[in-house]
């Protein structure tokens, strides 16, 4: 049951992030956009 409540909040909080960093996201194929976000701490 918690799955789409997930899915929304990080959703949300994805989007606030690139915001954030200033992230201009451009189409690279028709309306498909590359995204490459690397979580690792090191």
Same mark, same amino acid.
């Given at each position: 049951?918690?799955?789409?409540?997930?899915?929304?909040?990080?959703?949300?909080?994805?989007?606030?992030?690139?915001?954030?960093?200033?992230?201009?996201?451009? %189409?690279?194929?028709?309306?498909?956009?590359?995204?490459?976000?690397?979580?690792? %701490?090191?």
């Amino acid at each position: 049951m918690a799955g789409s409540t997930w899915n929304n909040i990080i959703l949300e909080e994805s989007a606030l992030l690139l915001k954030k960093a200033g992230v201009k996201i451009i %189409p690279c194929y028709k309306d498909y956009v590359a995204l490459d976000i690397d979580v690792s %701490p090191l």
